[in-house]
Nanobody
Framework: QVQLVESGGGLVQAGGSLRLSCAAS????????MGWFRQGPGKEREFVAT????????IYADSVKGRFTISRDNAKNTVYLQMNSLKPEATAVYYC????????????????????WGQGTQVTVSS
């Protein structure tokens, strides 16, 4: 079992920045690729970004590429999502998720690949 707890959400004006954190406990954190997903009002949960076990591969949704950065600190069992130049359409609950994959495999964009999920943190971007 892996427990994931997100933090760092809040209310920010358009153009502002937020940094989300996701702290993991339980199994060995470095054994998992980590992803961020989001679910806006009335929308399905969608992929935002993912990072592989050794931080050598990162993948982003086109809508956030160049503005969001995913990173991880395996020593602190934490994954981060730095969000810059935020837009109102980024308003959503943000979830982190963990996927056990072989060490050199690229991480997945697919929700069904991820075995463990956090409870989410709300991000609201005002216009």
């Amino acid at each position: 079992q892996v427990q994931l707890v997100e933090s760092g959400g809040g209310l920010v004006q358009a153009g502002g920045s937020l940094r989300l954190s996701c702290a993991a406990s339980g199994r060995i954190f470095s054994g998992y690729a980590m992803g961020w997903f989001r679910q806006g009002p009335g929308k399905e949960r969608e992929f935002v970004a993912t990072i592989n076990r050794m931080s050598s591969v990162t993948i982003y949704a086109d809508s956030v590429k160049g503005r969001f950065t995913i990173s991880r600190d395996n020593a602190k069992n934490t994954v981060y999502l730095q969000m810059n130049s935020l837009k109102p359409e980024a308003t959503a609950v943000y979830y982190c998720a963990a996927d056990s994959i072989p060490i050199f495999r690229s991480p997945s964009r697919a929700r069904y690949e991820y075995e463990y999920w956090g409870q989410g943190t709300q991000v609201t971007v005002s216009s």
